[in-house]
Nanobody, 122 residues
């Protein structure tokens, strides 16, 4: 019964900034990894940034140097700070959380939020 709720999207001019938040219904300690994905019209959903329970991060090349992922366990919240936004960043951004089983048969369970729209004007 994991629930993830995104917020912080909106309309911004190119070069501007937005900060997205993803609030989980419970402690995020349960998640082995959390991440932000996005999907633009006509394109497949893609990973933007990921953070693991061990605080290892992975940032997509397309946003590296501009986006930062972080989390606050006390608030059960993950963030995506987006700076120097470009029109190609326009997409619906989704919060994801993943749990991996500890023993065989190994399995990944994914949970998704409903998404928040980010629109960057030229």
């Amino acid at each position: 019964q994991v629930q993830l709720v995104e917020s912080g999207g909106g309309l911004v001019q190119a070069g501007g900034s937005l900060k997205l938040s993803c609030v989980a219904s419970g402690s995020i300690f349960r998640f082995d990894a959390m991440g932000w994905y996005r999907q633009a019209p006509g394109k497949r959903r893609e990973l933007v940034a990921r953070i693991t329970s061990g605080d290892s991060t992975n940032i997509a090349d397309s946003v590296k140097g501009r986006f930062t992922i972080s989390r606050d366990t006390a608030k059960n919240t993950m963030y995506l700070q987006m700076n120097s936004l470009k029109p190609e960043d326009t997409a619906v951004y989704y919060c994801n959380a993943a749990i991996y089983t500890s023993m065989a048969p190994y399995r990944k369970d994914d949970y998704w939020g409903q998404g928040t729209q980010v629109t960057v004007s030229s």
